[in-house]
């Protein structure tokens, strides 16, 4: 059976969320300049998006550029704003066209004026989308958000007793979505790497040697299947999902 056929799509991840790795070696293998890779995983971006679109996968959340990706190059951080501005122009078609909601999250201020106009333009474009949410990580990191969901308790001056988890996952840059349900890091590296500690929390993890340019829709797949064979217990005992405890 194909892998697409083995996929139960009653019991699909609500959301996923991908490190997207690897961009640079596969440039390097090929003997290209490290911003060819970028240009390559545009086009699997692109891929991926589309197969979760016709999957109906609601989320699908990107980390395109870190915070620690400031201190790259700076010839590497130009190329990747550039390309950021240039696909999101060229994409904002195919958005509208497959009804997906573009959505960011990160420290967006730090970004060229250029990109965060073309940004504002294509969330403003594709808000009442009403398919997938594709939400791009700019700027992003998990410590940043924490840091600044913290300073927004103090202004907030909230009573140590009003602290709960509600409140703090209200507080974070996410705060709109669901946790993601399964994570995929392509390259071969085994991290998180600063990515949405808070809302990994029980998320299923799937890590592939595949770099990020050469990820497609039959990778998704594969992705896919390894999580329905996970049993998801969020702390409960198998006999307390399957209610057969007799404890
Ligand atoms: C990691 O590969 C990838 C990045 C830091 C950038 C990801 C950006 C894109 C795929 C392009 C733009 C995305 C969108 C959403 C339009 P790496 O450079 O760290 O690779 P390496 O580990 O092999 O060096």
């Known amino acids: 059976m194909s892998l697409k056929g083995q996929i139960d ?7 996923i969320a991908i490190i997207m790795d690897g961009n640079g070696r596969w440039a390097r293998r090929q003997g290209l300049r490290r911003i060819f890779g970028h240009r390559q995983g545009v ?9 979760c679109t016709a999957l109906g996968i609601r989320y699908l959340t990107l980390y395109a550029f870190s915070t620690e990706n400031w201190n790259r190059p700076k010839e590497e951080v130009d190329a990747l704003m550039t390309l950021l501005i240039d696909t999101v122009e060229k994409e904002t078609p195919t958005l509208m066209k ?9 420290d967006t201020d730090r970004l060229p004026s250029a990109a965060r106009s073309k940004f504002t333009n294509c969330i403003r474009q594709t808000e009442g989308n009403t398919g997938l949410t594709l939400i791009l990580a700019l700027s992003y990191s998990s410590r940043w958000e924490l840091t600044e969901a913290v300073r927004k308790a103090v202004q907030q001056g909230v009573a140590p007793e ?15 979505y669901p946790d993601p349900d399964l994570l995929i890091r392509t390259s ?9 500690l808070w809302q990994l929390a029980y998320a299923e993890l799937y890590f592939t040697d595949t770099l990020w340019p050469d990820f497609g829709e039959e990778d998704l797949y594969a992705a896919l299947i390894d999580y329905q064979k996970r049993e998801r217990r969020f702390g409960k005992t198998s006999e307390q999902l399957s209610n057969t405890s007799n404890i």
Do not use: D, K
């Open 98 to 106: 497959n009804n997906v909601r573009l959505a960011t999250i990160g």
């Open 188 to 196: 071969g590296e085994l991290r998180i790497s600063n990515f949405l």
């Open 43 to 51: 086009e699997a971006v692109h891929r991926i998006t589309e197969t």
């Open 9 to 15: 799509t009653t019991r699909l991840p609500q959301h």
């Open 162 to 176: 009003a602290i709960n988890e509600e409140y703090i996952s209200g507080l974070l840059t996410t705060a709109s």
